[in-house]
């Protein structure tokens, strides 16, 4: 299994990392106090989503050059937050525009991709523009579906951390719950999908309970066992169950996850 980039792709990172750098720091200097520390969370989920795009890349022992590749989506997934949070001083897609589209456009108006060859740049804004989508198109195939599929994953990784952070040691802002309402109970329609082995759809979120169960459900979406085996290592969904009440739904909810992890990584 490689361990590393070799050098020429490594010099390339680092020439990568200097323009994403400097870009950011265009940001940063124009921004607000409030502003630098809300931007600066993504550009650390940007380089802790890039290292995670490595390391499953190498459990999956990819080829040198798709594993080069899948370190830029990493790098670049998020880089439309910056322009997105200056605009329009949030977060939510909802409230602005879709994050994903604007790191594709971030990256083709400033050419960054332009040493690549077109079939790699197109696979890499690609695999960018679908990594917070409901789920991959059915026509992706090699390179493409594999490079999305390693940054779906380590995308999702690295938020539950963020999660895990706020909750825990109380890191982050209030805006990491969309604005919902604390809730009493989980919605129906959130259960329904839940128990079907669904990812919940946001839309049917109501509270900040029916938004814990959405999280647990992009279980469901996970491609690597080596992905699962870091969520469960690093105890992020013990920390969100523990936060749903107490009662059937809760114990329905951790059966399935169980029977499901069981499964899926044959413990």
């Known amino acids: 299994m490689k361990t590393t980039l070799n050098r020429p792709f490594r010099q390339e990172m680092i020439r990568y990392q200097g323009w994403f750098g400097a870009f950011s720091r265009a940001f940063l200097s124009n921004a607000s106090k409030t502003g630098r520390e809300a931007m600066g969370l993504k550009l650390v989920h940007s380089q802790r989503v890039r290292h995670l795009a490595l390391t499953l890349g190498e459990d999956l ?3 040198q050059r ?4 899948s370190e830029l989506c990493g790098l670049f997934h998020d880089i439309g937050r910056l322009p997105q949070f200056e605009k329009y001083g949030t977060f939510l897609d909802a409230k602005s525009e879709d994050h994903a589209l604007l790191s594709v456009k971030v990256l083709k108006e400033n050419q960054v991709l332009k040493d690549l060859k077109d079939e790699e740049r197109q ?3 690609d695999a960018i523009y679908v990594h917070n989508k409901f789920s991959i198109p059915e026509n992706f195939k090699g390179l493409k579906l594999t490079l999305s599929k390693i940054l779906r994953d380590a995308d999702k990784i690295d938020i539950w951390r963020v999660f895990d952070e706020f909750y ?5 802002s209030n805006e ?3 604005g919902l309402p604390p809730g009493d109970a989980i919605s129906s329609e959130v259960m329904e999908d839940f128990s079907s082995g669904r990812i919940v759809r946001l839309e049917n979120v109501k509270n900040q309970l029916d938004f814990m169960v959405m999280r647990l459900s992009w279980l469901f979406d996970i491609n690597f066992k080596a992905s699962l085996k870091i969520i469960t290592q690093r ?3 013990d ?3 523990e936060r749903l009440p107490q009662g059937e739904e809760r114990r329905l909810i951790s059966s399935k996850l169980s029977r499901f992890l069981k499964e899926r990584l044959g413990t």
Do not use: P
């Not at 825990?168 to 982050?172: A, C, F, L, N």
């Open 168 to 172: 825990t040691k109380g890191k982050g």
């Open 66 to 69: 798709a594993l080069f590749l």
């Open 239 to 241: 920390t969100i169950l």
């Open 61 to 63: 022992d990819i080829d």
């Open 123 to 125: 696979v890499v804004l």
């Open 176 to 178: 990491i719950n969309l």
């Open 235 to 237: 105890g992020y969904i």
